[in-house]
């Protein structure tokens, strides 16, 4: 792993990995707090690294100083939560692929509520694998991607976590749309970058440039549609929003996301223009039962646990209470319950 200023973290991290991992290597890019000196109470070797505004530099520093045949990587904000099986299963494995591990981020929404973001990361690499990309940087291999069953906790986007970095990777996004200015991966984590900080106003020109790029095969599509319909939802651009929700719908009849984010742009419409109301309500009440139907996809890139169980039912159950539909409320609350509790 690399670090800067992980006191808060490490040592959760680093007590997780340990037993199931045969070497440790923390590579500290300039602490001033206690890192390196956890990382060492933990186990781990600790190197150090000139930081050069490059997370791919740093990252292959890391992969440099070890000589494994396989190397999970790390982040300090991230621990092994379930699944450290797939690790040991590894030992018989030819390092013929990269590994891709589920890992759950934690969000706070609207509300401030804390829901569930899985991702499918490629962090286990095979020796003589390295990184490429300035920030949010990706292995640079040709190899097959695996799934593996380890589960890993996240919580650096919480924004009491996520704050105190605040326009650290701006910077570096700025350099990378600098050297590639028609890249649109880049726009749209510039947009998340001013999106995340409630910068809704200037993220939309960033996803707006992404999305018109159209590049429909890239896994990150799905969350730029879900971003952008926000994005224009906070900024009051119901018509917009609705314009390119009903353009997209074909494409995403699989996503409970997709449906879910409908309805909450749908009812902010409404509440915003109650003239039309009366035409957007039975619609905020399909597009989440839609979710429902269509139930939790996993597997699908860049979902929120929920969206297709106890969220919908949560926010149904909030619908039928305002219309003053109580029993119809108490059946959707009840569902909602079952369904956090895993019934």
Known sequence: MIVRNEARCLARCLSSARAHVDDMLVLDTGSTDGTPEIARQCGARVAHFNWVDDFSAARNA??????????????????????????????????????????????????????????????????GVSYAGRIHEQPHSALARQRLALHIGHDGYLPEHLNPKRGRNRTLLNAALAEHPDDAYWRYQLGKDFEVHGDHAQALPHYQAAWAADESGASWRHDLLLRLLFTLKKLGHFEAALELAATEQAHWQHSPDYFFTLGDVLLDAALARPAQAAEWLPMIELAWLRAIEIGEQPELPDTVRGRGSHLAAHNLAAFHESLGHAEQAALWRERSRLWRAGV
Not at 75 to 95: F, N, V
Not at 107 to 127: C, F, I, K, T
């Open 62 to 127: 890391a992969l440099a100083q070890v000589d494994a045949p396989w190397r999970l990587v790390l982040d300090a904000d991230e621990w092994i939560d379930s699944g450290a099986q797939a690790l040991a299963a590894l030992r018989s494995r030819a390092p013929d692929f990269i590994g891709l591990i589920s890992v759950d981020s934690l969000v706070r929404d609207e509300s401030g509520a804390v829901q569930h973001a899985p991702s499918w990361l490629p962090r286990v690499l095979p020796r």
